[in-house]
């Protein structure tokens, strides 16, 4: 379960994180 949890909080990380860069 919170493997799971885990690798969800890590990919919405990436997904900010790119629309971070996007915006420069």
């Not at 909080?9 to 900010?16: D, P, S």
């Amino acid at each position: 379960m919170y493997a799971i949890v885990n690798i969800a909080g890590q990919q919405t990380k990436v997904e900010a994180n790119r629309f971070v860069y996007a915006q420069r």
